[in-house]
């Protein structure tokens, strides 16, 4: 059959299907239109699919080309393998269907599911997350870890290239992709290799923190505020303070149970004795929270979830030091004012350092190690782990109280 019949046939609009020959079938529809169809048998089952509407390149398909198409159809029926399957399997197996299998698993074996999916969210999905995950090179994930860390954010690179290699393992282990495309770079290659951090803050510096903080509160609200007066002084970790409910809390008794659900995967949950200095933060933050059911609720209408963001303590720190915010950037700010370095402050801290100094500041107000370190709900290492098991309620409730009382003075 030549082109001359082929587009005779394509005019008919009688939907029947008119054999061309080696299994390659045109079928005219009533909207004027013909689509190219390849019929075949895979495991004793009759069955089709349609190779593309009959016309010009590159919109249409020539009797050419789909007999080409048809060829390897055929040839693949051949093989042990169904073109229909394997074209559903190919179209849907983006690398973002790949990733929210990976995530899905995430949330059953971590304990914060959100960082990983945050990071996804933020920085992969956006670049290569429609990408056919057999498409994606080496260089595709390099030049993505490349503009995180071009941005200032090194670690977020690291943990991203980290993130790509596992989603790009999960394609290996679904028999979607044979080699692993980020398995060869390093964190040279991203953000570099990270140091452990020791920054913390000496009594002097949170006496200058505080008072940037509170002066500046059209940048750093009394919310946050608070918040950061209550990490310096319970130790707890920010994704504990942040999603924190009210019924976890009695104020009259002092008593804050975190719950074990709450804490970093292995921690144990924790009977904490509140300060007295705190006590007034906490019912001043009960006012705010509005009958919420959050200690810090969500300031923006949310459906994931009723408790602030993870970065809006972050990136209000961020601010006082001269980092612009999300918000601030869409905006046109580009370059803030160092407040912090202008009060003093030489050297920047993270939020996640207040517990750093915290525990430090536990050490020079000479509170014994093994106490501290129950502060911070941290295990006892070695044998004296094994055997102590005593939660050493009172000894801390005392030492919160006296870092609590020195702490005071500064708020």
Same mark, same amino acid.
């Given at each position: 059959?030549?082109?001359?019949?082929?587009?005779?046939?394509?005019?008919?609009?009688?939907?029947?299907?008119?054999?061309?020959?080696?299994?390659?079938?045109?079928?005219?529809?009533?909207?004027?239109?013909?689509?190219?169809?390849?019929?075949?048998?895979?495991?004793?089952?009759?069955?089709?699919?349609?190779?593309?509407?009959?016309?010009?390149?590159?919109?249409?398909?020539?009797?050419?080309?789909?007999?080409?198409?048809?060829?390897?159809?055929?040839?693949?029926?051949?093989?042990?393998?169904?073109?229909?399957?394997?074209?559903?399997?190919?179209?849907?197996?983006?690398?973002? !269907?790949?990733?929210?299998?990976?995530?899905?698993?995430?949330?059953?074996?971590?304990?914060?599911?959100?960082?990983?999916?945050?990071? &996804?969210?933020?920085?992969?999905?956006?670049?290569?997350?429609?990408?056919?995950?057999?498409?994606?090179?080496?260089?595709?994930?390099? @030049?993505?870890?490349?503009?995180? !860390?071009?941005s200032g954010r090194p670690t977020v690179a690291n943990d991203a290239l980290d993130h790509c290699k596992h989603i790009f393992t999960q394609a290996i282990i679904l028999n979607l992709i044979k080699?692993?495309?980020?398995?060869?770079?390093?964190?040279?290659?991203?953000? =570099?290799?990270?140091?452990?951090?020791?920054?913390?803050?000496?009594?002097?510096?949170?006496?200058?923190?505080?008072?940037?903080?509170?002066?500046?509160?059209?940048?750093?609200?009394?919310?946050?505020?608070?918040?950061?007066?209550?990490?310096?002084?319970?130790?707890?970790?920010?994704?504990?303070?942040?999603?924190?409910?009210?019924?976890?809390?009695?104020?009259?008794?002092?008593?804050?149970?975190?719950?074990?659900?709450?804490?970093?995967?292995?921690?144990?949950?924790?009977?904490?004795?509140?300060?007295?200095?705190?006590?007034?933060?906490?019912?001043?933050?009960?006012?705010?929270?509005?009958?919420?059911?959050?200690?810090?609720?969500?300031?923006?209408?949310?459906?994931?979830?009723?408790?602030?963001? @993870?970065?809006?303590?972050?990136?209000?720190?961020?601010?006082?030091?001269?980092?612009?915010?999300?918000?601030?950037?869409?905006?046109?700010?580009?370059?803030?004012?160092?407040?912090?370095?202008?009060?003093?402050?030489?050297?920047?801290?993270?939020?996640?350092?207040?517990?750093?100094?915290?525990?430090?500041?536990?050490?020079?107000?000479?509170?014994?190690?093994?106490?501290?370190?129950?502060?911070?709900?941290?295990?006892?290492?070695?044998?004296? =782990?094994? &055997?102590?098991?005593?939660?050493?309620?009172?000894?801390?409730?005392?030492?919160?109280?006296?870092?609590?009382?020195?702490?005071?003075?500064?708020?």
């Amino acid at each position: 059959m030549n082109d001359a019949e082929v587009s005779s046939i394509a005019k008919a609009k009688d939907g029947k299907y008119y054999n061309i020959g080696e299994n390659l079938y045109l079928k005219p529809l009533k909207s004027g239109k013909a689509s190219w169809i390849f019929r075949y048998t895979y495991a004793k089952e009759r069955k089709e699919i349609v190779l593309g509407r009959y016309g010009k390149a590159p919109q249409g398909v020539s009797l050419k080309k789909a007999r080409e198409l048809a060829a390897d159809n055929a040839s693949k029926v051949r093989d042990g393998n169904d073109p229909k399957l394997e074209r559903k399997q190919t179209k849907k197996q983006t690398v973002d !269907n790949v990733a929210q299998e990976w995530l899905k698993e995430r949330r059953r074996n971590i304990q914060n599911p959100e960082i990983p999916e945050r990071v &996804y969210r933020r920085d992969i999905q956006p670049f290569i997350g429609a990408l056919a995950v057999d498409s994606v090179t080496t260089r595709d994930i390099y @030049d993505l870890v490349q503009r995180i !860390n071009d941005s200032g954010r090194p670690t977020v690179a690291n943990d991203a290239l980290d993130h790509c290699k596992h989603i790009f393992t999960q394609a290996i282990i679904l028999n979607l992709i044979k080699n692993n495309p980020a398995s060869i770079l390093k964190p040279k290659h991203a953000g =570099g290799t990270e140091d452990s951090r020791t920054r913390n803050l000496q009594f002097s510096e949170i006496n200058i923190a505080l008072d940037v903080m509170r002066s500046n509160q059209n940048q750093f609200t009394r919310d946050n505020y608070i918040a950061v007066c209550l990490l310096l002084a319970l130790g707890v970790r920010k994704c504990e303070l942040i999603a924190a409910k009210w019924n976890e809390f009695d104020l009259e008794e002092k008593l804050w149970m975190l719950p074990e659900a709450r804490t970093k995967k292995n921690a144990p949950g924790l009977a904490i004795a509140l300060p007295d200095k705190v006590i007034p933060l906490l019912k001043e933050l009960k006012i705010r929270a509005c009958n919420s059911e959050y200690v810090f609720p969500a300031r923006r209408t949310s459906k994931r979830r009723g408790y602030i963001s @993870d970065d809006t303590l972050n990136h209000a720190l961020g601010t006082l030091f001269g980092i612009p915010s999300s918000a601030q950037k869409k905006k046109g700010i580009l370059k803030l004012p160092n407040l912090m370095k202008e009060a003093g402050i030489e050297e920047a801290f993270t939020i996640h350092d207040l517990r750093r100094t915290c525990r430090s500041r536990l050490a020079q107000l000479k509170v014994p190690s093994n106490v501290a370190e129950k502060c911070i709900n941290h295990k006892i290492k070695g044998v004296e =782990g094994v &055997y102590d098991q005593w939660g050493y309620f009172d000894e801390r409730a005392e030492a919160l109280n006296k870092l609590a009382n020195r702490l005071a003075l500064y708020w």
